[in-house]
């Protein structure tokens, strides 16, 4: 549905390995589990393009760890720069 309305998707698979932990008790349980490879680098391009590109207002990232933290000082500056006016105000003859 989000295809349909102009959103751009991108799915990577899970690579599924088995995770061994040790029990509090002393056993050791082995399960299969997801994980995910390349999803943050994915959604540091996008923002970061779209950043440039000036296709949106507000970006709100949420991640369970520091992935994303370069992304975000990247926009930070990308969006200072752009705040920046290259106009010199001073009076014509003054000394900087």
């Given at each position: ?20 932990v ?12 997801g ?62």
């Open positions: 549905m989000l295809g349909r309305q102009g959103l751009h998707i991108y799915s990577r698979p899970l690579r599924y390995r088995n995770r061994h040790r029990l509090s008790d002393g056993r050791e349980h082995t399960f299969l589990t994980e995910e490879r390349g999803i943050d680098v994915r959604i540091a391009l996008d923002v970061i393009r779209m950043a440039h590109r000036r296709e949106y207002d507000v970006a709100l990232l949420f991640s369970q760890d520091q992935d994303l933290s370069e992304a975000a000082d990247e926009i930070d500056r990308i969006t200072d720069d752009a705040c920046l006016d290259p106009r010199d105000y001073r009076p014509k003859g003054s000394l900087s």
